[in-house]
């Protein structure tokens, strides 16, 4: 890590293989920040508890999701990757800032608004305080910038008030983070129900693109993709099938969406699905093909992470000490 380059941390939670959304609004976009900025990413399992999770498969897919970042193009020696439950800073973090941040901000937080409806059994405590162990995973690095999909920008706005209200009680100490989100892209939205997110834990399998899936699953989930009546390829209000194909579209293959009302003109829906289809399967097959090189080789990759962690942990504790000292904790050395 280099003194006057920016820092950058994200992180993904390894509930399921990432889906597209994942993929164009975030993980896509961390690859080409590495030369520039000093990255951090990290695979956020403390988070992933909030909601249940059966053991074994949380460990499956916690490395699954470590494998897939590296086939996403992070490079394990240029950026630091690692699990968040390796690095206990971002826990005890998390309890320091829980104490300046108000039960009122955590209840504005749509997310838990929505998870907690979808889990009505299961609205635990960790669940509500999520926010501010995500604040934690940012302010412990001092990161200057986070990149996301739009979905995590309330989070990140209570971040930074989570941090002006530090700085305000014990002195400037943290930077305030800037989200950073994708132009095309930050809001891929479901193939089913076009006006709801794209999400892993949708019940119907054609709503969502995992990036592992074949050439041919892709294909057949965007045929199923619902649209709307009319047969122009036009981004336009009420049309939000079209629009979030054409937004796909343009994220995977550079195209303005002029470029692509263009190419469409006179098409009908099934040429241009079809298109989308393939410009998306050929886009994420690198992606496969490396994905399945890695992951059958867990030496490899407990070398990154066991590496990534130290790297991770020797970053954040000195931020660690300095807070405990501002908030007057007794040295421990
Ligand atoms: P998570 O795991 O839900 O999602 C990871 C990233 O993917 C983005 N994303 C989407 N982008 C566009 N369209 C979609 N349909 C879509 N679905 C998901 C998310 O915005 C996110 O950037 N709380 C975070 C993880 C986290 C984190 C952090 C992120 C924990 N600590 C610190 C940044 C900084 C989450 O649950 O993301």
């Known amino acids: 890590m280099s003194e006057n380059k920016k820092l950058i941390f994200s ?65 394990p020696k240029k950026s630091i990757l690692f699990f968040q439950s390796h690095n206990k800073c971002h826990a005890e973090l998390s309890w320091v800032l829980s104490c300046t941040t108000q039960f009122g901000e955590l209840t504005r937080m749509t997310q838990f608004k929505d998870k907690s409806a979808k889990h009505a059994d299961n609205i635990n405590a ?105 047969a122009e390829v036009r981004y336009a209000e009420g049309k939000d099938g079209i629009n979030n194909l054409m937004t796909i579209y343009s994220a995977v293959t550079g195209k303005t969406m002029d470029e692509i009302e263009a190419e469409f003109f006179g098409k009908g829906y099934g040429d241009f699905k079809l298109a989308v289809g393939e410009a998306v399967a050929d886009h994420l097959e690198p992606v496969r093909s490396e994905f399945s090189r890695l992951i059958n080789d867990k030496a490899y990759l407990k070398e990154c992470y066991v590496d990534g962690a130290q790297r991770a942990e020797r970053i954040t504790q000195r931020i660690l000490t300095k807070v405990y000292r501002k908030v007057g904790f007794v040295d421990a050395k």
């Open 11 to 75: 992180g993904i939670q390894p509930t399921g293989t990432f889906t597209l959304g994942n993929y164009l609004g975030a993980v896509k976009n961390w690859g080409p920040l590495q030369d520039e900025y000093d990255c951090v990413y990290s695979i956020v399992d403390l988070h992933a508890i909030t909601v249940r999770q059966d053991p074994v498969k949380l460990r499956q897919n916690s490395m699954q999701a470590y494998a897939l970042l590296q086939a996403c193009g992070l490079d």
């Open 126 to 230: 960790g669940l509500f305080t999520y926010p501010v162990l995500m604040a934690a995973d940012i302010l412990a690095y001092n990161a200057d910038l986070v990149p996301i999909g739009i979905d995590q920008k309330q989070h990140l706005e209570l971040a930074r008030n989570i941090a002006q209200r530090f700085n305000q009680r014990y002195g400037e100490f943290f930077t305030l983070p800037e989200p950073y989100i994708p132009k095309a892209g930050a809001k891929i939205m479901s193939l089913q129900e076009p006006t709801k997110k794209m999400s892993k834990s949708d019940e119907n399998p054609n709503a969502c693109i995992l990036i592992l899936d074949d050439k041919d699953t892709i294909i057949r989930k965007f045929k199923r993709a619902v649209t709307d009546s009319e």
